[in-house]
């Protein structure tokens, strides 16, 4: 059982906070937010779930000892919006979110959840100074999970029958593997892979257009990554890490255990999955550089 806190109470971050107690993996779980009456109330009401104690409160110092800091603190996305166009003001809300994670919780791991999620996870990893194996992204888990629903809608077999693998960039320029696709029984069809990974990079704004933001599948793959960090899992799984060769972060697979990231796993990718890869990582960078990174 471990302590962790989310640093950020909108819907995103109260349903992360939810699934998070539901995994039943948090002796204590933390719930931070500026805006008072909403972080006071979400607190109460996740407590109310008598499943774990929950501290809903506006003072960071609360954080402290935290095993695990979940960050999705920032503006959303809107309907017609790219991740992109988040990072000039989310990239202020990222900083002023770290100096204070530095200050109360200095040996904490930390989860990136904000968008754009790619460049927040370098923005807070550098600010930050922490080793590069305690500050990890999210958007590797929750993409792979929209590809292999898409491939179970496609092929009309259980997700649980599934293999598949997304890494990259979590936005448009995700790369899904069909390389990895792997369906128990099933002889693969490139034109159904094909269909599904269209589906699979207009996922988040198919969703957004339809109900004006996503909760749920990213909230489900924050607590199963928060669930691998305490249990000390050792699970294999794609997370936006550090690529020294661009210097940004980007989705790899990695083994995930109570340390954070212990090893980054070599990837096996098609020449043209690999330039994709690359493109992704170029174009990381240039969103970097023009906010001063």
Do not use: W
Not at 93 to 102: A, C, G
Not at 103 to 113: C, F, G
Not at 195 to 216: D, H, N, P, Q, W
């Amino acid at each position: 059982m471990a302590k962790i806190s989310v640093i950020g109470a909108g819907r995103l971050g109260s349903t992360i906070a939810f699934s998070i107690i539901k995994e039943r993996i948090a002796e204590e779980l933390v719930l931070i937010d500026i805006i008072e009456n909403l972080v006071l109330g979400e607190g109460l009401d996740l407590g109310q779930t008598a499943i774990c104690p929950i501290i809903g409160s506006t003072d960071y110092s609360e954080v402290t000892d935290s095993d695990l800091i979940v960050i999705v603190a920032g503006i959303a996305r809107k309907p017609g919006m790219t991740r992109e166009q988040l990072l000039g003001t989310n990239v202020k809300i990222m900083k002023s979110v770290i100096e204070q994670v530095v200050h109360y919780a200095p040996d904490s791991n930390l989860l990136i959840v904000s968008n754009p999620m790619d460049s927040m996870a370098y923005v807070a990893l550098k600010e930050s100074g922490f080793d590069k194996s305690h500050v990890f992204g999210m958007g590797g888990v929750v993409d792979s999970n929209r590809f292999r629903y898409f491939l179970s809608r496609e092929f009309d077999v259980h997700v649980d029958n599934i293999q598949a693998t997304v890494v990259g960039q979590h936005g448009e320029i995700m790369v899904p593997l069909a390389s990895s696709v792997k369906i128990e029984g099933v002889e693969p069809d490139p034109e159904k892979i094909k269909r599904a990974i269209e589906r699979t990079k207009a996922a988040g704004s198919e969703v957004i257009a339809l109900k004006g933001a996503t909760f749920y599948a990213p909230a489900h793959a924050a607590s199963v990554m928060a669930r691998m960090v305490v249990n000390d899992e050792k699970a294999l799984i794609p997370s936006s890490v550090l690529y020294e060769e661009e210097d940004v972060c980007i989705g790899m697979p990695v083994i995930l255990g109570i340390n954070g990231v212990e090893e980054v796993k070599e990837m096996i990718m098609t020449e043209d999955e690999k330039k994709q890869f690359k493109e992704a990582a170029m174009a990381l960078r240039e969103n970097l550089a023009a906010v001063g990174y």
